[in-house]
């Protein structure tokens, strides 16, 4: 009997056995199911870790998407330094915005509006686009490294199927082909029956150039805001400076700056001579500004007379003092009403028109007696009548002559609050006799009587003052050199071509074949090649590339490339399904793509 009659005649006569194994079977079948979910459960992924996490964060800010979004905020950052006034530059301006708009200020303060250089938030940005730069670039220039020692790929085989090609018949031998491509500056490098050469390596030098300048001049910068200082301060003939953080008008240092790092040098303001076009369509146009200064280097060192002018500062050590404006400083004695001298001395006036140096002067008199006085004075360089009133008519001072305007009364000196040596406030004081919009002018050695016995002024001569500002900044030259390095890199990178040519020479037939490496460069690199490959066939003498990059240049390829790049993609382009056929000569790496 067959076996599935014997199994149907055991179903029908014994179902109990069928009973008994189903449970049997059933927890089989239970325990394959459950077997079968695990194995399809998928595993659960390993966490990162810390130092997963540290070397993702770490490839993320060297990147150069992180860069270029930092460098956007560094310059969007730097737009509240010039829309809100800055306590470093102005902080009178700053108090003021405190006065008018107290809550709007508050607010603006404690994001640091008004430190935006100093801040927190500025200085990491700062920081951060550092490190994100040298973390990006100092890979790349190991790479470059490594990769200008590599020698230029072996030949495809098929190299009628590159971009340029061109195949001939003549006696061409590899060694006249490398000796060609040499003069044209290539790299070379010869195989069994084939030339390799390459050019146009400097063209990822400039660009490493570009940002290795780009680091040093932000280092540069950084270091000028820390150990630099700027300072202004305005000199009247006859007066000295000396370079001390009390002497200043103005003074701006950086964070690390105390006040035993300024240079001790100090000077004597001798003269100031400014000259002027006399006559024509250009009278009064200035011609030349010259100060003239005795100048201690050090409070040991011998005086030296230097002229100081417009764009040539005075250099002490490498701390500057650059002339940048000059005006008049006309010359009063004030008596009081006790006949006591209580003003001698120059006054600085401020020009209000830069055509005729017409300026206006504020005298402050605190200790005069019986009651504080003060003077608006409008000084006049070279004076004509017009109807009832006095112009100027030119810059230089040839008819000097001041119209004074007295008051008497407080100044409010005592009440704390600061106020402008070139303001006067008028609401405590009261006119001393009938003020009129043209007073008759007085002329050097004039007096003028006070009314209500008040005192006197005289108007006493004329004297010029000068502004300066000092500076002091130790990344200055590297920063200018760093600014033309960066110019020179990357006029190296947008105008050098990376090209590669091969030759195969073969039964007196020669294959020549090139690609340019750089997009939008074939145009100018089928001109070249036209001329390598004349030169090959023995033709006339064509003009040498011209030298743009050094034969020992290279452009770096990407770190972990694997050994066959161009070739394997040259060799791709000529025959998709067969490899490249042509042995390297010892020591030959194919870069990559």
Known sequence: MSAPDDLARAVRDEPALLDEAAPRDEAAAGAGTEAGDAAREPARPVGLGLTGWLRWAWRTLTSMRTALILLFLFALGSVPGSVYPQRGVDPGRVAQYFKDSPTQ????????????FTSPWFAAIYLLLFVSLAGCVFPRALAHLREIRRRPPAAPRNLLRLPHSEEFEGD??????????????????????WVAAEKGYLRETGNL?????????????????????????????????????????????????TAESLEPFSFTLKDFEASYVAAGAKQGQPLDYLARLEVQDSPESAPRQVDLKVNEPLDVSGTLTYLIGHGYAPTFRVTDGEGQVAYDGPVPCLAGDQATYTSECVIKVPDARPSQLGFLARFLPTTVPNGDAWVSVFPGAANPTVQVFPFAGDLGLRSGRPQSVYQLDTTRLKPLGKMAAQPAPLNVGDTKELADGAGKIQFTGVKEWISLQV??????EPALLAAAAAVIGLVLSLTIRRRRVWVRVKDGRATVGGLTRTEGGGAAFAEEFAQIVTALRGGPPTEDATPDEPRDGDEPGRPGAPVLGDSAIVAGQAEPDEPPTGTAAPGVRPDEE
């Not at 500056?185 to 010869?190: A, D, E, L, P, S």
């Not at 500076?471 to 200055?476: E, N």
Request: hydrophobic share 50%.
């Open 105 to 116: 200020a508050k607010w603006l303060d404690r994001f640091w509006l008004f430190d935006v």
């Open 172 to 193: 061409l031998t590899v060694d006249r082909a490398a000796a060609v491509l040499r003069r044209r500056r290539f790299r070379v490098v010869t195989g069994d029956g």
């Open 209 to 257: 150039l570009f940002h290795i300048a780009l680091l040093v001049l932000l280092f540069a910068v950084g270091a000028g805001g820390l150990y630099g200082y700027r300072g202004n301060v305005l000199v009247v003939e006859g007066d000295g400076f000396s370079n001390a953080v009390a002497a200043y008008d103005r003074f701006m240092p950086g964070s690390r700056v």
């Open 471 to 476: 500076t002091y900044d130790p990344g200055r």
